[in-house]
């Protein structure tokens, strides 16, 4: 088969979402399993403990698509790790002096200082080495720890709580740490089978470094803003909707949306962003045109498939898996999978916006998606007090992001004179 960026988007997606079924089928076990004995209470305490340190870390992915643009464009590869890891050092300290104490002193929640300095610093190696791997288009690599990843978290919770004899809780978060160390260590030794360690050295910003610079930033913002939309949710449901509420959000909504975006959404950045790079780079938008079509129709396919499971099956498959305690994320679910289509169609066009350069457009499609998820939810909180009015909100604001990328998109193409309706020819 021909090498083409399509080909390698094609095996790389595909193998990405086998992995990732693996990866869910471990994980959402492990979940569904912990449902039905620890307390729902508890862990929605874990679940949201989490989320508050994984906002201000995750931020540091966003520096992931500036390196895999900056380094297509430029191969300068010591200069921007260097970069990154100044700014991810940095960020960890900010974590550790104003995260830890906005959870133990304005949250009140009762967990251990060494565990959250533990989460912080496994967290921090992990983003680290993930993104060199993306930067790198270590397809390979990235792939297995899609599923390493949750069987070492269940592995390092068994270890914790049975053989330490921990407290569930304290076994979570453990085990929540030793699992992201652990797979560091996977990534460290094999990425160093393709590519040497760079050595720690300072830097003299010349222009395309601080064009570098300028993109992560704004590119952190992005991923910032990204996962702001989901924890504006998990505050809605705090501050209007009780415990019981949260604990359908937390333990039901979250793991499922948490993974079709890991299945179907996250692999767009993480193989398609690497391949539109280096089309633009090439000229080459025949390529891009073909990377688009085939998007687009597995994004219809998978997401009516979604949204007629749901309908069809919904109620059974969550009142079999989860206990009957949990029956309020039923509508939930059916009301998120008419939208799931945005998601993954609003992931390649900011992808392809991004492989432009473009990284402020991003930003403010971002940006805009928050605005809206707020006053969607203030709207529709007027006329009803039903949980799902979150989740609506949250799919407008994805729509909104979905009809500002499509038009900062046909901007693009229209700079280069392409046409989107015409049907590439394979010939």
């Known amino acids: 088969m021909e090498n083409t960026s399509l080909n390698r988007v094609k095996n ?42 994984s906002l201000s870390l995750i931020l540091m992915t966003g520096f992931r698509s500036s390196m895999v643009v900056t380094y297509s464009q430029t191969q300068n590869d010591r200069d921007i790790i260097n970069i ?17 104490p906005y959870i133990k002193h304005q949250l009140h929640i009762e967990v251990s200082y060494y565990q959250l300095v533990g989460i912080i ?32 978290n269940v592995i390092m919770f068994f270890t914790c709580y049975y053989l330490l004899g921990l407290d ?39 222009p395309n470094l601080l064009s570098f610079v300028k993109k992560s930033f704004t590119a952190s913002l992005e991923a910032g803003a990204s996962i702001l939309m989901i924890y504006i949710t998990v505050l809605l449901t705090i501050r209007h909707f009780s415990i019981d509420e949260l604990g359908d959000f937390q333990v039901v909504v979250r793991p499922v949306f948490t993974y079709l975006t ?20 090439n000229g080459d938008h025949q390529q891009i045109k073909l990377i688009r079509n085939w998007i687009f129709k597995i994004s219809a396919l998978i997401s009516s498939s979604f949204f007629a499971i749901m309908l069809l099956f919904g109620n059974t498959l969550v009142l079999t898996i989860f206990p009957a305690e949990y029956d309020g994320a039923i509508p939930v679910l059916l009301h998120f999978s008419m939208f799931f289509i945005f998601l993954m169609l609003n992931a390649y066009q900011l992808c392809y916006i991004k492989a432009h350069g473009r990284f402020m457009h991003s930003l403010c499609i971002r940006i805009s998606g928050i605005v809206t998820l707020v006053v969607s939810f203030e709207l529709f909180n007027q006329f009803t007090d039903n949980v799902v009015a979150i989740i609506v909100a949250l799919c407008c604001g994805y729509l909104m992001m979905f009809i500002l990328s499509s038009v900062v998109e046909r901007q693009i193409l229209k700079s280069y004179n392409i046409t989107i309706y015409r049907q590439p020819s394979l010939n």
């Open 12 to 53: 790389a997606f595909t193998q990405g979402i086998w992995v990732t079924l693996i990866s869910i089928a471990i994980g959402f076990s492990f979940k569904v399993w912990l449902a039905h004995w620890i307390p729902k209470d508890d862990l929605a305490l874990f679940h949201s403990v989490v989320d508050i340190i």
């Open 84 to 100: 990154f890891r100044y700014s991810l050092i940095t960020m960890v300290l900010i974590t550790w002096g104003l995260v830890i």
């Open 168 to 206: 569930a809780l304290i076994s979570l978060f453990s085990g929540l740490t030793l699992s992201s160390l652990a797979i560091v260590v996977y990534m460290f030794k094999h990425r160093r089978k393709d590519t040497s360690t760079r050595p720690l050295s300072s830097e003299h910003l010349n």
């Open 121 to 152: 610093f496994g967290m921090g190696l992990k983003v680290y080495f993930t993104n060199l791997i993306a930067m790198y288009r270590l397809y390979n690599i990235s792939n297995k720890v899609v599923w390493l990843e949750p069987l070492a």
């Open 262 to 281: 890991l299945l179907f959404v996250f692999p767009i950045y993480r193989f398609v962003l690497p391949e539109l790079a280096v089309c633009v780079r």
